[in-house]
């Protein structure tokens, strides 16, 4: 038997902070990544394989802690290992944490997260103060977290919707769409946008190109702020520029 982990369930993503900018309306708006804990990792491990088919080990190479993670398949096992990154708190306890969820991300484990939209939020009224040194950060309370996720067949996120501690939905990909309102006569349509699975792959070629801060690069490598927003008539434009600089990396 072949094992396939399942994706994951709202409950079981958190929401982190990246950063929190001034716009230009004098508001300000804030980045959000989606991530999961080794909590999970460890329950999805015991529900799917069972406690006694998986184990994981640790190992120094050179200052840097890599995890191997094996699974037992048809009396086989199958390991996976990765390297993490220490935390800015406990980093020892947080270097091991991060290799851990890393090789489970390999066994697949959570992977649907890597094709996450980029997710803007704008900060309402009172929930951002001063950080210090110039930077911000949201009040003690403000939070945001999933309450809804589904994906394709190939395990790609197709929907997606945040809210806030209050249950006010804060975003939502494909973004909801608003009211119809009636058109005047001579009102020009509005421009059809790309389908979910090209978003989809503007934001993998981006992630590619960029590495962790590819959300930062976005707007300046497409002129659009979120992937579905992207325009039929502008996509094989953006989607040649990001071939040909994929092409000059190589």
């Known amino acids: 038997m072949e094992y ?3 994706t994951l369930v709202p409950e079981e ?8 900018k001034q716009t230009n309306k004098g508001g300000f708006g804030l ?7 080794a ?39 199958v390991w996976k290992e990765d390297a993490g990154a220490p935390s800015n708190t406990e980093a ?29 939020i704008e900060a ?10 110039g930077k911000y950060r949201l009040k003690p309370g403000v939070s945001f977290h999933v309450s809804e996720i589904s994906t394709d067949e190939k395990r790609r996120i197709v929907s997606l919707t945040l809210v806030d501690n209050k249950g006010n939905v804060r975003f939502s990909f494909p973004r909801q769409s608003r009211p119809v309102q009636k058109q005047e006569p001579h009102a020009a349509p509005q421009p059809e946008t790309i389908s ?23 707007y300046k490598a497409t002129g659009y702020r979120y992937p579905h927003e992207i325009t039929k008539a ?17």
């Open 4 to 6: 396939r982990f399942r």
């Open 13 to 20: 993503i958190d929401c982190r902070v990246q950063q929190i």
């Open 31 to 37: 980045s959000v990544l989606l991530y999961k804990d």
């Open 39 to 77: 909590r999970c990792d460890m329950n999805i491990l015991d529900e799917t394989v069972g406690p006694e088919n998986w184990q994981r080990k640790h190992e120094d190479h050179n200052g840097n802690l890599f995890c191997s993670v094996g699974v037992k398949y048809n009396d086989e096992w």
């Open 92 to 120: 020892q306890k947080g270097h091991a944490s991060d290799s851990f969820k890393r090789a489970c991300t390999n066994h697949g484990i959570g992977r649907e997260l890597y094709t996450s939209p980029f997710i803007w």
């Open 124 to 133: 309402m009224d009172g929930e951002i103060t001063p950080g210090g040194n």
């Open 196 to 218: 979910a699975t090209q978003a989809a792959w503007v934001t993998e070629m981006c992630k590619v190109l960029f590495g962790e801060k590819w959300s930062q690069s976005f």
């Open 234 to 250: 502008d996509f094989p434009g953006i989607k040649a520029r990001l071939e040909k600089k994929e092409a000059q990396q190589a």
